[in-house]
């Protein structure tokens, strides 16, 4: 079967979450993909002249509008399609959707990933010892490393690409007013800036508030020259937008709390893998995090992630850097599409 020839009628899927952000794993039953690397397959899923948030049409795309889409979805939805790694070195590949098209990097889907990996036994956990699961995504090979305790499952660690910061005191005009955003690639390009510059909390009721802003940075962010990546123009663009607040110190290191608005709009439920990578960059180049400190990272909701830098492992590329959180099994799917149902593949509101 081809591409083109696909229809998706029944499809099965593993659901996860990781610190309250789902992961929609897709392991079986996809057509092979062109491509020698997950990066070109994900080039071949945007088609010719289609972006990260505006893929071209086409017969494989219309199973992530069926997975997202409501009423098999939802907005906030995110997965991704499990296919073979660039080559021996990784366990599997995996290429990430969301409800607007395909991202390039996903830290809480790598942290997902690699449990759904231990649990389903592609990866084998030998005793209570930790386990490293390989992992290609787009914007190159990183690691979840399982946790392992009393025979089951009790974290996962996410090693990201390296992060670099690109620029600082970028000026943005927004509805709010004109503020300053740091930008940083962790796999991804993320902007950052403390919510109190838009005169904004980072709570639950100013969410929509949250919302708007991040989507007015992202657009007026479009085409800066600081988002381009140096070596994949596939990769460039603003995929996310942090806005921060702080918390007291903890005794390990700082202690802040954020929003994360990717893709159109979307909210990140997690505190973000690879946007909590991002803001260990900054932090770094700030000199707020040294050797051995520890960032507290919490999200909108409530959930944690601690991450660090790993200088022994830091590159000419940027810092390594860990995020270390857990992800939960939530439930496994078997989803149809009806030939008769006039709603198709969904849709979104």
């Not at 993909?33 to 049409?57: F, K, N, Q, W, Y």
């Not at 190159?140 to 009790?154: D, I």
């Not at 919490?298 to 959180?325: K, Q, Y």
Request: charged fraction near 20%; glycine fraction near 14%; hydrophobic fraction near 35%.
């Amino acid at each position: 079967m081809s591409p083109t020839d696909f229809r998706p009628t029944e499809i099965r899927t593993t659901d996860y979450h990781t610190a309250g952000e789902p992961f929609r794993i897709v392991s079986e039953g996809l057509p092979p993909l062109p491509g020698d690397t997950v990066a070109e397959r994900r080039a071949t899923l945007l088609g010719p002249g289609g972006s990260g948030t505006a893929p071209r049409p086409g017969a494989l795309d219309e199973l992530r509008r069926l997975l997202v889409r409501e009423p098999r979805g939802h907005a906030g939805m995110y997965g991704g399609f499990v296919v073979p790694p660039d080559d021996d070195g990784a366990h599997l590949g995996v290429l990430f959707w969301h409800k607007d098209g395909y991202s390039t990097a996903c830290g809480h889907g790598t942290m997902a990933l690699g449990v759904w990996a231990v649990d389903s036994g592609l990866v084998t956990a030998p005793g209570d010892r930790d386990v490293q699961v390989r992992i290609d995504v787009p914007s190159g090979r990183v690691t979840a490393t399982v946790h392992r305790a009393g025979g089951r499952t009790t974290g996962v660690t996410f090693r990201n690409v390296p992060a670099r910061v690109s620029a600082r005191k970028v000026p943005v005009t927004t509805s709010l007013g004109t503020v300053e955003v740091d930008l940083a690639h962790a796999g991804a390009c993320y902007a950052s800036l403390p919510a109190h510059t838009l005169g904004l909390t980072v709570d639950r009721a100013a969410l929509p508030a949250l919302t708007r802003a991040g989507r007015e940075i992202r657009d007026a962010l479009a085409g800066h020259p600081a988002t381009r990546h140096p070596e994949d123009p596939l990769l460039s663009g603003v995929y996310g937008v942090i806005l921060h607040e702080e918390l007291p110190d903890t005794p390990r290191g700082p202690h802040q709390r954020n929003v994360t608005v990717f893709a159109d709009g979307q909210i990140d439920r997690s505190p973000c893998g690879s946007g909590t990578s991002a803001r260990l960059a900054l932090l770094a180049d700030e000199g707020r995090l040294g050797a051995g400190d520890v960032l507290t990272h919490e999200s909108v909701a409530g959930t944690v992630f601690t991450g660090r830098t790993v200088p022994a492992a830091t590159t000419g590329r940027g810092l390594v850097t860990e995020v270390t959180g857990t992800a939960h099994r939530t439930g496994e799917h078997r989803f149809l599409l009806d030939p008769d149902d006039a709603l198709g593949t969904g849709f979104a509101l």
